[in-house]
């Protein structure tokens, strides 16, 4: 059975009875190309074990199980259950967790079916949980890469430099944590139902060591959330809804980091903001 051809996949639907669910974000791969591409990128080998988000009927799973130690996906839609005990039988390497990947507890989900493998992500994910999952998978520090077919602009997003206007709080936060890499794109016409956004493969490589020293990561994220705060406003006055100091000590700390107290926030570097966070919580008193 081809998993990416239209055909093969209307029948096994049929056989199920199965029907798309909007809210899920369901989107099928009908492309065979992006599947191999997205697992040869991913660099899955037999020292590693993949945690797959949001499977659907397995194109992505097949690849991956063919390569890596160990694949455990996880699956919301109970009636994809009896869809992947057909689609991935025979692989002796697959486990499916059923239930919600934004409720399980990543440590233990690793931890019971990871031991003595490298962990890593790889997905085709739902675009209505990119943010909070990539967010939740960077922070817990228990990957060694993340690979993942997301929309086109969040992937922008990622990996965007000061000053453009898909920079923001976010593209900081996976830098900070990552090293990305928008690999390709993939036109809607790749899937079944076709969504109406262009995707992109992105690999993010998990760094070893911080690119930024800071004395809390806690007053970072600080300084960055109220940078953005009013995108359209000067750092300055974006401050202020995070830091209850006077314009004028604002306006020193920014000069005091080499830069122009008129500057917007969407200009700053990772580095300013680290050095900027420092100064802060210093005017603070901590």
């Given at each position: 059975m081809d998993l990416c051809n239209r055909n093969d996949i209307q029948d096994l639907l049929s056989r199920h009875g199965f029907r798309f669910a909007k809210s899920l974000g369901q989107n099928f791969l009908i492309d065979d190309s992006v599947p191999l591409r997205i697992a040869e990128a991913c660099g899955a080998d037999e020292s590693t074990g993949v945690l797959e988000i949001g499977p659907g009927i397995g194109p992505l799973t097949r690849q991956l199980a063919q390569r890596a130690g160990k694949v455990v996906s996880v699956e919301l839609d109970r009636r994809l259950y009896p869809v992947l005990a057909e689609t991935m039988a025979g692989f002796d390497n697959f486990t499916l967790v059923e239930g919600d990947i934004m409720k399980c507890d990543l440590p233990a989900l690793i931890a019971e079916h990871f031991g003595g493998l490298r962990p890593i992500l790889c997905a085709n994910l739902p675009y209505n949980i990119t943010t909070p999952l990539l967010t939740r998978c960077v922070e817990s520090e228990l990957f060694d890469s993340l690979t993942v077919l997301i929309q086109k602009e969040v992937a922008q997003r990622i990996c965007a430099a000061p000053g453009t206007a898909d920079y923001g709080a976010f593209s900081l936060l996976m830098q900070y944590y990552t090293e990305p890499e928008l690999l390709f794109t993939v036109p809607n016409t790749c899937f079944l139902p076709a969504p109406k956004v262009t995707?992109?493969?992105?690999?993010?490589p998990v760094r070893k060591e911080p690119p930024v020293q800071v004395k809390s990561t806690a007053s970072l994220w600080r300084a960055v959330r109220a940078g953005f705060a009013q995108r359209r406003k000067t750092l300055v006055n974006s401050l202020q809804s995070g830091y209850q100091l006077p314009k004028d000590v604002l306006a020193q700390a920014i000069e005091a980091c080499g830069l122009p107290?008129?500057?917007?926030?969407?200009?700053?570097?990772?580095?300013?903001?680290a050095k900027l966070a420092d100064l802060l919580d210093e005017a603070l008193g901590k």
């Open positions: 995707s992109a493969v992105i690999h993010c107290a008129t500057i917007r926030g969407e200009r700053l570097s990772l580095a300013d903001y």
